[in-house]
């Protein structure tokens, strides 16, 4: 029997409870996951890493049981709430996907108290390669009480969507989302969806500022899909891999933007496993 993920709180700096779930027994590891998700959603990425690792699924602010982002959320305050989990924890491994692996990086970009970094896909921008064009009627959308209609337009925004899904007529695919997101899902993520805009507020924000990257000391393992949109994830990847320190890069085949969390957590699990079970050199 799978033994259920154990419940635990930190403070951040700022006083707002930060509510994490811990699978394994092993070395200490942190799990960030990306925008509309909470730590349950990467459960099985989680259990692919033990028993080798004791494995931490932060809660982000904005989610599951932690406290809210605040009126003055920034990325700031996320690294803060990273940095207090690892002060509690002792963790010098970090796993991020999406907006997490952003998250992870600006950490150790802060503070070198990692050494192993493995991101998928991280939420980085570089000129304009995560769109953003969406925001302003995804907002108003929610602004009227529309989440549904909200959350089609953000699909259809994003990026991520294949082309003959991205071209669809808005009610269409808000009929056909209701259908492929069922019920448990859609409960965890309609609280997201505020949430989600302020952190692509702050990808907007921080788009092309790479420089501060080139302050983290761990070793990084860039992984992204190759059916991911293409060519802007490789390039950046590539120009994250150009300012780190100590960067590597691989595409796993046949894989895309949801791996992590929906779609091959065990593969992904696999190579993060493998990465981080490497002693650090030097």
């Known amino acids: 029997m799978t033994a259920a993920p154990r419940p635990s709180t930190v403070t951040s700096a700022d006083g707002t409870t930060i509510a994490f779930l811990t699978v394994g027994q092993g070395d200490p590891v942190i799990l960030v996951g990306g925008r509309m998700r909470t730590a349950e959603d990467y459960l099985p990425l989680a259990r692919s890493l033990t028993p080798r690792f004791s494995v931490h699924l932060i809660d982000r602010r904005g989610r599951g049981s932690s406290g809210p982002q605040g009126p003055d959320h920034s990325i700031a305050r996320e690294c803060d709430d990273v940095l207090a989990l690892q002060a509690s924890t002792g963790a010098v491994r970090v796993f991020g996907h999406s907006y997490g692996g952003l998250v992870a990086l600006r950490t150790a970009a802060r503070a070198p108290v990692f050494d192993r970094i493995a991101v998928y896909e991280p939420g980085v921008s570089v000129g304009g390669s995560i769109p953003t064009a969406w925001m302003p009627r995804y907002r108003e959308l929610l602004g009227v009480g529309d989440p549904r209609g909200a959350f089609a337009h953000f699909v259809r925004g994003s990026g991520h969507a294949p082309g003959p899904v991205a071209r669809l007529p808005l009610w269409y695919l808000r009929t056909v989302l209701r259908l492929v997101v069922r019920a448990p899902q859609w409960r965890r993520m309609e609280p997201l969806l505020a949430s989600n805009l302020a952190e692509h ?80 050199s030097g």
């Open 201 to 280: 507020e702050e990808v907007r924000r921080l788009d092309g500022d790479l420089t501060a990257f080139a302050a983290v000391a761990a070793q990084v393992l860039l992984l992204g899909g190759s059916r991911s949109p293409q060519p802007a994830t490789v390039d950046t990847l590539q120009h994250l891999r150009a300012v780190l320190p100590s960067a590597s890069i691989e595409l796993l085949d046949g894989l895309d933007h949801n791996a992590p969390d929906e779609h091959a957590p065990d593969v992904v699990g696999t190579r993060v496993r493998r990465f981080l079970e490497t002693t650090p």
